[in-house]
């Protein structure tokens, strides 16, 4: 298979100047005929062009060896007379031996060729490959939009990208495949041309024939070898024409077609009906009309009409009883959702598939994404209407209680950017980020592009919204069960591991170390290095927060890493004055370890901290607080309400980092003493 081609290839090149007999000329040209039939009808079963995107090279090859069946036939013709029982029949039996018949019949068959299917399948090959390469932008765009929100993963993305470069490269070979198809019908004209002038030359002149008898051996044979040539040609041209203009479907163009076709019966009636009424033209033979016509009226009794079934109730339905009052029924109306989305009446459209709404499609993506991301499994988002919401509102549920609300506007996308003034429209806030935005109308995102905005529908902005919500109370959503999953998951492959976690911990426990690192936005998705760590450090306590930071300190840089931009890590430390002052004042109680420190140096600290860290973001910088892990939980639970976006990292965390820079150092001094 892989020499075939290339072999076949260098034999048509032999062709060309090797002289052929008469036996082997008639199987090739068999060969031709059945060749150029079968790219046809595989050209009409493939339900997309990049089905057969080998295309453009076998109309190459094709074209390539009719050419030199061409030069073969037109050696033997001028030399001998006889070409092969296949063109001496075309000749004379095909065209009944007449000359003028057969050159008619060539040139009507090279006229449909080159006139009408050639360049009409050029043309549209031509702007097939335009406006593809144009829309390569477009679908690349598409392609990123729908990984980041998590309808696909890599390896999806990776394949539809390689489908639109091989989209862009298949069209772009058919536009110049194209010109082959185009230059073998000019080339047949030629040929044909120049074997007739020949013939009569080489009859009337070399071998004495009269002018009658030239006619009749050189001329016909000239016709019969345009005719085997033209007929695989203009197969070709039709293969040509129906992948360049075939779309992408489901299924082969013949089913496709009778199934468009027969969708409606009306068209069928009326064609029917049309053929009927022609037969009161005086003249005009009745019976062939009457056939087309009663065939037509026929088929359209076959079809069902359109929206037949539309009205009928749905008698399985309509026959059950209403549901009973059961415990389980109430047991289910009662149960509260972890995780809960709630549309306004106007914002149902999102979730109707039949409208083009997606937003269920992209919620299960995004549960998808966010297992991928932190390494929990997102529990089902119920999504239901609710007539008590505002118009243009969504609220986000967690537990039962409304945790968010935003808006998305029917009609409009969300342009985010500086320079929206004049733009008409609704001006809003990014929910997430809360940056400066307008809900313009949808027909002017192109405009707001141009703007220099972002522009984003409204199913992602709420999938974003609903992100932000997931991953801020991750610890929240990760329940007794979800650890259950989790574990068992480990099990499969780690089975050990396992074993010595649950012998020194109890699910309960588990489950609170794992909910402390998703409070600080770790990902657990190592669990076998977690879950390690955690037995390794529950044989000397079980004390919770002593457990997170040996999870911590297992997982060090790939804590650290996300937060070094550009591979520095901005850090803030503390003084090793009022470190040790935090050491000495660590308390242990209920939650965990606290920190006991003078009010007034607490103020001064917060205050001091405060000002370091609006310093850095003013520089465009993330800062992050960097401390002793002995007092790290404590020091977090400290300052989260001052600075809740700054991470708080230990010193054994940021050792992997290449570049950790000083962002500043507080010591909770008073003024006076740090001036001077």
Request: aromatic fraction near 4%; glycine fraction near 8%; charged fraction near 20%.
């Amino acid at each position: 298979m892989q020499l075939g081609i290339p072999v076949g290839i260098v034999l048509i090149v032999v062709m060309l100047v090797v002289p052929l007999p008469t036996v082997i000329l008639d199987l090739l040209i068999a060969l031709n005929i059945t060749g150029a039939l079968l790219v046809l009808l595989v050209a009409m079963f493939v339900r997309r062009p990049l089905d057969f995107a080998a295309f453009p090279a076998v109309l190459l090859v094709l074209t390539l060896f009719r050419l030199a069946l061409n030069v073969s036939a037109t050696r033997l013709v001028l030399l001998d007379g006889y070409a092969g029982k296949v063109i001496d029949t075309f000749g004379h039996f095909v065209v009944g031996g007449s000359l003028i018949v057969g050159l008619i019949v060539f040139l009507i068959l090279l006229v449909i060729q080159f006139v009408v299917i050639t360049n009409g399948a050029g043309r549209v090959a031509e702007v097939g490959a335009r406006f593809t390469l144009d829309a390569m932008p477009g679908k690349q765009m598409a392609i990123d939009a729908d990984l980041n929100s998590g309808l696909i993963d890599e390896d999806e993305a990776r394949r539809r990208r390689a489908e639109v470069h091989a989209e862009a490269d298949f069209y772009g070979a058919m536009d110049g495949a194209s010109k082959f198809v185009k230059g073998d019908a000019i080339a047949a004209i030629i040929i044909t041309v120049v074997n007739l002038i020949g013939g009569f030359a080489i009859g009337v002149a070399q071998k004495g024939m009269s002018f009658g008898e030239a006619v009749e051996t050189y001329s016909l044979l000239t016709v019969g070898d345009g005719l085997v040539s033209q007929i695989p040609a203009l197969l070709l041209s039709v293969a040509t024409g129906l992948v360049v203009t075939r779309s992408t479907a489901d299924e082969d163009m013949g089913t496709d077609i009778m199934r468009q076709i027969t969708a409606n019966r009306t068209p069928l009636q009326v064609a029917g009906g049309a053929a009927l009424a022609l037969c009161l033209i005086p003249g005009l033979p009745k019976l062939p009309f009457i056939i087309a016509g009663g065939a037509m009226l026929l088929a359209s009794t076959r079809v069902p009409s359109s929206g037949q079934d539309e009205d009928l109730p749905d008698e399985s339905t309509a026959a059950l009883p209403p549901a009973a009052d059961t415990p389980e029924s109430l047991i289910e109306d009662v149960r509260v959702d972890p995780l809960g989305l709630e549309l306004s009446a106007d914002l149902v459209d999102l979730v109707d598939a039949t409208s083009g709404g997606d937003l269920l499609v992209r919620v299960k993506g995004l549960r998808r994404k966010i297992a991928g991301e932190i390494g929990i499994v997102v529990p089902p988002v119920r999504t239901r209407d609710n007539v008590e919401l505002p118009p243009q509102t969504y609220a986000i549920r967690l537990f039962g209680v409304e945790v968010a609300r935003g808006q998305a506007p029917p009609g409009t996308v969300l342009a985010i950017g500086d320079h929206l003034d004049d733009l008409p429209g609704t001006a809003g806030r990014e929910p997430v980020f809360g940056l400066d935005a307008k809900w313009v109308p949808i027909q002017l995102a192109a405009q707001a592009e141009l703007a220099g905005a972002t522009v984003v529908d409204r199913a992602s902005v709420i999938t974003t919204h609903l992100s932000e919500i997931v991953t801020r109370h991750a610890a929240r959503l990760l329940d007794r069960q979800d650890v259950q999953v989790l574990t068992d998951v480990v099990k499969r492959t780690h089975p050990v591991v396992i074993e010595e976690l649950t012998g020194q911990l109890s699910l309960g426990e588990v489950q609170r170390v794992l909910q402390g690192l998703l409070q600080e936005k770790v990902a657990i998705r190592d669990l076998v290095r977690i879950f390690e760590a955690m037995s390794l450090r529950a044989r000397d306590t079980k004390d919770t927060d002593a457990l997170v930071e040996a999870c911590r300190a297992e997982l060090g840089m790939a804590i650290a890493h996300p937060y070094a931009v550009g591979g520095v890590l901005e850090a803030i430390t503390f003084d090793p004055l009022l470190e040790q002052r935090m050491l000495e004042a660590s308390r242990q109680a209920e939650s965990g370890t606290v920190i006991a420190l003078d009010p007034d140096l607490l103020q001064r600290v917060f205050a001091e901290l405060g000002q370091v860290v609006s310093a850095v973001e003013n520089r465009g910088a993330r800062p992050v607080l960097v401390c002793a892990p002995q007092v790290r939980a404590a020091v977090r639970r400290l300052v989260g309400a001052i600075v809740p976006h700054v991470p708080v990292l230990s010193y054994r965390e940021v050792e992997g980092v290449e570049h950790v820079r000083s962002a500043g150092v507080v010591s909770g001094q008073p003024a006076s003493q740090l001036t001077g």
